[in-house]
């Protein structure tokens, strides 16, 4: 009787099965990411997030969310209504193997400096790391743009972010509105 493997080695073999699957993006999946991330991944639009350098697995983990409607605006969850698991997994290594270009403004030195102490006192580098590069499922944060950091930071604390981690709403919790704004200008500004 073969049984089911469980555990870690379930992952490992679903990662297996994954790269197995991996291929190039068509061509037209890269242009419609394109048209809101940029050409290199890296977003130009206000309210549109960085993907270029996020981790494989963060990206392959919120493309399959929002594939199945539990996470994403609803034009993404349109976008990617019906693809296939080996083209999210081909987006996903294409994505994070781009590296990131910080959308950067003017430096305003105190609100970097608060928004350090922000992030040094809530921790935020135990899981998106001490650089903010993020890893597997915990996105980079380093260099992504301000004004979609502030964005999703807010909508955490006011628990509204559709399919939303539980423990990012309860990190934010009752941090003030102008702590969050520094700590998006502080990590906006990472590179």
Request: hydrophobic content about 40%.
């Amino acid at each position: 009787m073969i049984r089911p493997r469980t555990g870690r080695w379930a992952l490992l073999t679903a990662l297996f099965v994954s790269l197995a699957y991996a291929q190039a993006p068509p061509e037209e999946r890269l242009k419609a990411c394109a048209a809101c991330h940029g050409a290199e991944g890296n977003s130009v639009t206000a309210g549109i997030p960085s993907i270029a350098a996020q981790p494989q697995v963060f990206l392959e983990n919120y493309l399959v969310l929002t594939r199945e409607g539990l996470r994403g605006p609803e034009v993404m969850q349109k976008m990617l209504h019906g693809v296939p698991d080996r083209e999210i997994v081909a987006l996903a290594q294409h994505y994070a193997k781009l590296p990131a270009k910080a959308a950067l403004g003017p430096l305003d030195k105190a609100r970097f400096e608060r928004g350090k102490k922000v992030a040094a006192q809530y921790h935020c580098g135990n899981c998106h790391t001490p650089s903010y590069r993020g890893q597997e499922q915990m996105p980079r944060l380093a260099g992504q743009r301000e004004d979609f950091l502030l964005e999703v930071m807010l909508a955490y604390r006011q628990n509204r972010r559709q399919g939303g981690d539980t423990v990012m709403a309860a990190s934010l919790y009752g941090i003030a509105e102008a702590d969050l704004a520094a700590l998006a200008h502080y990590l906006a500004r990472l590179r």
